[in-house]
């Protein structure tokens, strides 16, 4: 089945630095990518629309130049979290929207292995 | 609004049967989706629905009713690796945005 990577796995740093999430689509091209953010025992909150070639699109409520999101090419976007807080400590996940290709199911999204960030 | 309800928690046992239903109001409808999720880890797709009725594949089968707002998620002979969260999603119109429900977390007991 499709794929979808995530860099790193694991972040721990310090308050007020910035942290870079990568979000890749291994074996399709991803003209839309998704970032959601969940928090424990929580669903997925959607952060934000991430479209190739164009700005993203945030969610309401969602800072859009604490979280930059790159979307650069079909199968990479990026996610930096700015002057990080503990309260941005979170389990973030990015999806790739699959258009469909030969031989795959269509029309779904596939989701990377999230991101635990820690903010001390 | 975007509302989408599914029970918090179930239970139930190995080689039982379970329904997981879905309600959901949304500002459009462009598809449903079922999510499993371990502590921990990432979702991974079950099913898509996007036409009214049942699909089946293998333990797991996903019914969709547009008319109702309603879907459920049916497992059948249950093991005790499928106590997991099943989230249940929807894709609304524009952008191919998708909102999600809370989760349900199903115990599977011996």
């Known amino acids: 089945g499709a794929v979808v990577s995530q860099h790193p796995s694991w972040v721990i740093c310090k308050s007020g630095t910035s942290v870079k999430i990568e979000c890749r689509s291994l074996?399709?091209?991803?003209?839309?990518m998704f970032w959601y953010r969940q928090f424990p025992k929580q669903s997925l909150m959607l952060m934000a629309t991430?479209?190739?070639?164009?700005?993203?699109?945030?969610e309401q409520g969602v800072e859009k130049d604490k979280f930059l999101i790159n979307h650069a090419s079909l199968t990479l976007s990026t996610l930096t979290v700015t002057s990080a807080h503990p309260e941005d400590s979170s389990f973030y996940i990015c999806?790739?929207?699959?258009?469909?290709?030969?031989?795959?199911?269509?029309?779904?999204?596939?989701f990377g292995p999230g991101t635990r960030l820690l903010v001390l | 609004g975007q509302n989408i309800d599914q029970p918090t928690e179930m239970t139930a046992t190995e080689g039982a049967i379970v329904q997981i239903n879905c309600t959901y109001q949304?500002?459009?409808?462009?598809?449903l989706f079922w999510y499993q999720q371990h502590a921990g880890e990432a979702p991974t797709f079950l099913s898509y629905?996007?036409?009214?009725g049942l699909e089946e594949k293998g333990r797991f089968s996903s019914f969709l009713s547009r008319s109702k707002g309603y879907s459920y998620l049916l497992l059948k002979e249950l093991q005790m690796k499928d106590s997991a969260s099943y989230l249940c999603?929807?894709?609304?119109?524009?952008?191919?945005?998708?909102?999600f429900g809370a989760g349900t977390r199903l115990f599977v007991k011996a």
């Open positions: 074996d399709f091209q991803a003209t839309t």
């Open positions: 999806s790739a929207r699959d258009p469909g290709t030969s031989g795959r199911a269509i029309e779904t999204q596939y």
């Open positions: 999603a929807v894709r609304v119109t524009g952008g191919f945005k998708t909102i």
């Open positions: 949304t500002s459009g409808f462009n598809g």
């Open positions: 991430s479209n190739e070639g164009s700005k993203a699109t945030y």
């Open positions: 629905n996007v036409l009214d």
